[in-house]
């Protein structure tokens, strides 16, 4: 008996599964919070690259007019501002340093010059790939900035 009392202190307790299971339901209430909101946020910053790179390649369209007269054409497309076109006397770039990039989804940018809202139109889609939307789905173009 002095045995057993003696070292009744030296017994380690585990988890019951009752304990187990309120630990996994708090850690999943919390999951179930947390994740939506950091998701929306996710898109919300897909939509604010989009914004930058119309941006930027809408600056670096501009440096193209400036140097050569005109945008480049439909034809030429972005590539334009990477490689020199075979027709174009005063190219004088390139005008991007890392070449023409994808919108945040993977896909291409639109472009058209002459454009339907201006000299030149640039466009993404969305995350969804189709013409027009909402939110993360909404198109992303250089004459709504």
């Not at 969305?126 to 709504?144: H, L, M, R, T």
Request: hydrophobic fraction near 35%.
């Amino acid at each position: 008996m002095k045995y057993r009392a003696r070292f009744a202190h030296f017994r380690q307790r585990g988890f019951t599964l009752l304990e187990l299971l309120v630990v996994l339901v708090v850690l999943g209430l919390l999951a179930g919070i947390v994740a939506p909101k950091y998701f929306s946020q996710l898109g919300r910053s897909e939509v604010k690259v989009a914004r930058a790179q119309v941006e930027s390649l809408g600056k670096a369209l501009d440096l193209y007019r400036l140097e050569a007269g005109h945008y480049p054409s439909t034809e030429q497309g972005l590539q334009a501002l990477v490689v020199k076109p075979g027709d174009e006397a005063k190219w004088a770039g390139p005008y991007l340093q890392k070449g023409v990039p994808k919108d945040p989804w993977g896909r291409d940018y639109l472009y058209k010059a002459p454009g339907d809202n201006g000299d030149y139109d640039l466009t993404t889609l969305g995350k969804d790939g189709q013409p027009g939307g909402d939110g993360e789905n909404a198109d992303v173009n250089s004459w709504q900035q």
